[in-house]
């Protein structure tokens, strides 16, 4: 029931079919049959000194999120500046009617653009994932 953009379900989407192609789904239940030989049942322990594990996990996120948002960010606010400058040397021009499809011509052209590089850093996100998904487990085992 959430509503969400027509390139929001596009992303989700393309995440999902890569997630299948690169197998994905093997590599999860593999490593969830393996997490219970890793860490039996009983035995996750959440203590507060590992609680920077948690904060490094966040600040990897956060860079993840603008690896992947930074390039059509920074053509948007480029199109804003060139926008912005075409307003104050013709004032009389009513920007919305030329600024607004420009912006989404471009924002799509962009997007075309970086589409392959995306489809990279996801592929490779996910392995790093799959990759560290056990020995991240093992940090919080009982001592």
């Known amino acids: 029931g959430e509503h969400s953009s027509t390139l929001g379900q596009f992303n989700t989407t393309l995440g999902s079919f890569l997630f299948f192609v690169i197998n994905g789904h093997h590599y999860a239940f593999e490593a969830l049959q393996k997490s219970f030989e890793v860490v039996p049942l009983g035995e996750l322990v959440f203590t507060a000194n590992r609680i920077s594990f948690f904060i490094d996990l966040f600040y990897e996120l956060f860079l993840i999120s603008l690896r ?72 919080f085992m009982n001592p």
Do not use: H
């Open 68 to 139: 992947i948002g930074m390039p059509i960010l920074c053509a948007m606010i480029l199109i804003q500046f060139s926008l912005v400058v075409i307003v104050r040397t013709m004032p009389k021009l009513n920007i919305f009617m030329i600024g607004i499809p420009i912006q989404i011509c471009m924002g799509m052209i962009t997007y075309v653009i970086c589409l392959p590089f995306l489809v990279k850093t996801v592929k490779v996100l996910y392995f790093e994932a799959f990759s560290n998904l056990l020995p991240n487990l093992r940090l």
